[in-house]
T-cell receptor, first 113, second 109 residues
Framework: GAGVSQSPSNKVTEKGKDVELRCDPI?????LYWYRQSLGQGLEFLIY????????KSGLPSDRFSAERTGGSVSTLTIQRTQQEDSAVYLC???????????FGAGSRLTVL | GQSLEQPSEVTAVEGAIVQINCTYQ??????LSWYQQHDGGAPTFLSY????GLEETGRFSSFLSRSDSYGYLLLQELQMKDSASYFC??????????FGTGTSLTVIP
């Protein structure tokens, strides 16, 4: 696609429910990143995929968070048993392998009640 | 681990010049990037420095000193539309990008 596409754009859920956030990167981009941005804060690194290599999961804050990337393209970030502190904007970005420029999606705003 | 420091807020007058500094600590440093984010929007790429020195792109310039672990973003001829948050980000040799907490720039008439 022309840009990085994320869905849903907004998600309101109840505490304890599971949520899935989707990212469709730019076609041909082999690198894909997930970040979390709390209100008025910086971007917190979550996970990084590069081609078919094992993902770098070092930024995932707890075992309630997981992500997968199917076929080297679409990625899904799953948050199990959501907590109120999970409320944030989840941003996905992609790039060509070895590139120094990230292209971000518009983000998925998650609100946990 | 990684850490980046930048001022939380800066205010400048339309037409003026403003400099946003960034100091960093990281292992396996590869380069320093700058991103702009308007309220409610996605971060967008502004510049990248892989080598020491100044990179100029129109009204925006970015500088890097690897020996000082320091860089800055220089915005000239400020316009109201430049009011946004600006993030520095280090790229390490593992192809990971780590972002600072951002600087909120307010341009006043």
């Amino acid at each position: 696609g022309a840009g990085v596409s994320q869905s849903p754009s907004n998600k309101v859920t109840e505490k304890g429910k599971d949520v899935e956030l989707r990212c469709d990167p730019i076609s041909g981009h082999t690198a894909l990143y997930w970040y979390r941005q709390s209100l008025g804060q910086g971007l917190e690194f979550l996970i990084y995929f590069q081609g078919n290599s094992a993902p770098d999961k070092s930024g995932l804050p707890s075992d309630r968070f997981s992500a997968e990337r199917t076929g080297g393209s679409v990625s899904t970030l799953t948050i199990q048993r959501t907590q109120q502190e999970d409320s944030a904007v989840y941003l996905c970005a992609s790039s060509f392998s070895g590139a120094n420029v990230l292209t971000f999606g518009a983000g998925s705003r998650l609100t946990v009640l | 681990g990684q850490s980046l420091e930048q001022p939380s807020e800066v205010t400048a007058v339309e037409g003026a010049i403003v400099q946003i500094n960034c100091t960093y600590q990281t292992s396996g440093f590869y380069g320093l990037s700058w991103y702009q984010q308007h309220d409610g929007g996605a971060p967008t790429f502004l510049s990248y420095n892989g080598l020491d020195g100044l990179e100029e792109t129109g009204r925006f310039s970015s500088f890097l000193s690897r020996s000082d672990s320091y860089g800055y973003l220089l915005l000239q001829e400020l316009q109201m539309k430049d009011s946004a948050s600006y993030f520095c980000a280090v790229l390490n040799t593992g192809n990971q990008f780590y972002f600072g907490t951002g600087t909120s720039l307010t341009v006043i008439p």
